[in-house]
């Protein structure tokens, strides 16, 4: 009989539960989970990347200035990643599918509600903090699920995938400019909400996944009732109590040890029903996941991942906000200056693809390629300073957008490699990672400003940022070394203490053998003095 190559479903199972294959399917619906991914990205980081073309509407409107305005996105990213935690529980108790649904309708919620507010303080909690966390419940369980549908191409897709911000950017920005001329900037942003609630339509794509080693069905012949098997033991206890004086051979008997009689039956069946899983009508009991398994802190190469993931975020965000800034002091025009921001933006679609394309390469150690596009990416922030005139600031800006979409489509699901966590652990090393990202986006911004007013120079800010960046890379090199050295010696010790107590297996009394012995030569010889 053919065996099925792909999925196997022992049972029908309803629409909502898991569905179970027998090894990563690298495909099928999970193109479709991709695709969800996609749309996701486009309407998270696309809108948030987006969101700029608001500022100056919102500071004419409320009267604020450009700081105050700022604080909007500032406290949305906040909320999105420390509240990672919490949607990686979530996801464990619920489902990806739930959460993302219900982080879709928060966006939209806190969207909407904003297009009607009366102060910055009211975007503050609809944007900042409503939407913040309904940003957080759709991202992070939609690229983790993702991880879980594919294998060999896990890097190629999930790259692919993220470049949804990307094309976001080219497509929202300026169909949200001409829509305000329209409609005004209100009734624009009461649109991007409406159009969030797409987020909620891909969640009820997710659907979970189970991977479960497929067991072989063996052939057993029909077996015989308890009721026989203790009738043949009888007969042979019998036997052999006529053909010697033994008082082993009654004692070993089924009937007549203690402890003996229902342990060996019991031990056997579910032997049985193990090899012939078909024949069992009833859903083998999944292994309970826990909510947010905390043991991911105690793995030093997940702790170098977090430092680096820490550092490194310093360096994601100093571009996008100062390269316009840095090109207006050196004398660049407006519309010069956005071409430089729109070209960042390509060359980072760009770097994503590639970056997919070379960690699908077999063989090959990922969180080496990661290290190295870490390094190449430090180099373009500190040529940033040096860059003068339209045309170095593009070149810089085209090589930096290409390697920052290297690092920036990888870095969360590098988490999945055995170099980091597994696949296993990577929803709660995920929640932590995002989590402890936070600090980083939170302190990042208010830092580099802090150097910009006390240098009065623009170029201070990108020094900072590859600092930062350097020493990510720092962390990102003893990732590796971590996962070989200290934590492979920490997992042999902990074997030999589990096997030191677990103790030897427990042998028959000495006088038992000793009588046995005794008996059988005595039987002996009593059969050969009678022939």
């Given at each position: 009989?053919?065996?099925?190559?792909?999925?196997?479903?022992?049972v029908?199972?309803?629409c909502?539960?898991?569905?179970?294959?027998?090894?990563v399917?690298?495909?099928?619906?999970?193109w479709t989970v991709?695709?969800a991914?996609?749309?996701v990205?486009?309407?998270?980081?696309?809108?948030?990347?987006?969101?700029g073309v608001?500022?100056?509407?919102l500071?004419?409107s409320?009267d604020?200035?450009?700081?105050r305005i700022s604080?909007i996105?500032?406290?949305?990213?906040f909320v999105?990643t420390f509240t990672?935690?919490?949607?990686?529980v979530l996801?464990?108790r619920?489902?990806?599918?739930?959460?993302?649904?219900?982080?879709g309708?928060?966006?939209s919620?806190?969207?909407?509600i904003?297009s009607?507010a009366?102060?910055?303080v009211?975007?503050?909690i609809?944007?900042g903090?409503?939407?913040?966390?309904?940003y957080?419940?759709?991202f992070l369980p939609?690229?983790?699920?993702?991880?879980q549908?594919f294998d060999?191409?896990?890097?190629?897709v999930t790259?692919?995938?993220?470049?949804?911000?990307c094309?976001a950017v080219?497509?929202f920005?300026?169909a949200?400019?001409?829509?305000k001329?329209q409609i005004g900037w209100r009734?624009?942003?009461l649109?991007v909400?409406v159009?969030?609630?797409g987020?909620?339509?891909?969640?009820?794509?997710?659907?979970?996944?189970v991977?479960?080693?497929?067991?072989?069905?063996?052939?057993?012949?029909p077996?015989e009732?308890?009721?026989t098997k203790?009738m043949?033991?009888?007969?042979?206890?019998?036997t052999?109590?006529e053909s010697i004086?033994?008082?082993?051979d009654i004692t070993?008997?089924?009937s007549n040890?203690?402890g003996k009689?229902k342990?060996?039956?019991k031990s056997?069946?579910?032997?049985?029903q193990g090899?012939n899983?078909?024949e069992?009508n009833?859903?083998?009991?999944?292994?309970?996941?826990k909510?947010?398994d905390f043991s991911v802190m105690?793995?030093?190469s997940?702790i170098c991942?977090?430092?680096?993931?820490?550092?490194a975020?310093?360096?994601?965000?100093?571009p996008?906000?100062y390269?316009i800034?840095l090109s207006?002091s050196?004398?660049?025009?407006k519309?010069?200056s956005?071409?430089?921001?729109?070209a960042m933006?390509?060359?980072?679609?760009?770097g994503r693809?590639f970056?997919?394309?070379?960690?699908?390469?077999?063989?090959?150690?990922k969180?080496y390629?990661e290290?190295?596009?870490v390094?190449l990416l430090?180099?373009?922030?500190?040529?940033?300073?040096?860059a003068?005139?339209?045309?170095?600031?593009?070149?810089?800006?085209?090589y930096f957008?290409f390697?920052?979409?290297?690092?920036a489509?990888t870095?969360i699901?590098?988490?999945?490699?055995?170099d980091?966590?597994?696949?296993e652990r990577?929803?709660?090393?995920?929640g932590?990672?995002?989590f402890?990202?936070?600090?980083?986006?939170?302190?990042?911004p208010?830092l580099?400003g802090?150097?910009?007013d006390?240098t009065?120079?623009?170029s201070?800010a990108f020094?900072?940022?590859?600092?930062?960046?350097?020493?990510g890379?720092?962390f990102?090199a003893l990732?590796?070394?971590?996962k070989?050295?200290?934590?492979?010696?920490?997992q042999q010790q902990q074997?030999q203490?589990?096997?030191s107590m677990a103790?030897?297996?427990p042998?028959?009394p000495?006088?038992?053998?000793d009588?046995?012995?005794?008996?059988?030569e005595?039987?002996?010889?009593?059969?050969d003095?009678?022939v």
């Open positions: 009989m053919a065996r099925s190559k792909m999925t196997v479903k022992a029908k199972m309803p909502t539960s898991a569905n179970v294959y027998t090894k399917p690298d495909g099928g619906w999970g991709a695709f991914f996609f749309v990205e486009a309407l998270t980081y696309g809108i948030i990347k987006s969101f608001f500022f100056n509407d500071m004419e409320f604020e200035t450009n700081s604080w996105i500032s406290i949305c990213v999105q990672a935690p919490l949607s990686t996801s464990n619920f489902g990806h599918r739930l959460v993302v649904m219900a982080g309708l928060l966006v919620a806190g969207m909407v904003a009607f009366r102060g910055v009211d975007m503050y609809t944007i903090i409503v939407s913040g966390l309904g957080c419940l759709s939609t690229v983790t699920i993702l991880s549908y060999k191409r896990r890097s190629l790259a692919v995938a993220s470049t949804g911000e094309f080219f497509s920005a300026p949200i400019t001409a829509l001329e009734y624009s942003m649109s909400g159009l969030q609630l987020i909620t339509a891909c969640g009820s794509l997710l659907r979970p996944i991977i479960r080693e497929q067991q072989e069905v063996k052939a057993q012949p077996e009732s308890t009721e203790y043949l033991e009888n007969e042979q206890t019998c052999s109590i004086d033994s008082g082993v070993t008997s089924p040890v203690p009689t342990a060996e039956p056997e069946e579910p032997k049985q090899q899983p078909v069992n009833s859903t083998p009991p999944e292994p309970k996941t909510l947010l105690r793995d030093y997940f991942y977090a430092f680096f993931g820490l550092f975020t310093l360096g994601f965000f100093a996008s906000l390269i800034p207006r050196l004398g660049i025009g519309d010069h956005a071409y430089i921001l729109s933006a390509i060359a980072e679609v760009f693809i970056a997919g394309w070379v960690l699908n390469k077999k063989p090959i150690r969180i390629i290290l190295i596009c390094i430090s180099v373009a922030l500190v040529a940033f300073p040096f003068s005139g339209f045309w170095g600031l593009m070149i810089c800006s085209v957008g390697m920052l979409g290297t690092v489509g870095h699901p590098l988490l999945a490699e055995d980091v966590v597994g696949i990577m929803s709660s090393a995920a932590v990672y995002v402890i990202q936070s600090l980083a986006g939170l302190a990042g208010p580099a802090v150097l910009v006390t009065k120079n623009y201070s020094y900072s940022c590859a600092a930062g960046m350097v020493l890379a720092v990102l990732v590796r070394p971590c070989t050295g200290l934590c492979h010696k920490q074997q203490v589990e096997e103790g030897p297996p042998e028959l000495e006088d038992f053998i009588m046995d012995i005794g008996k059988a005595n039987s002996g010889k009593g059969s003095s009678v």
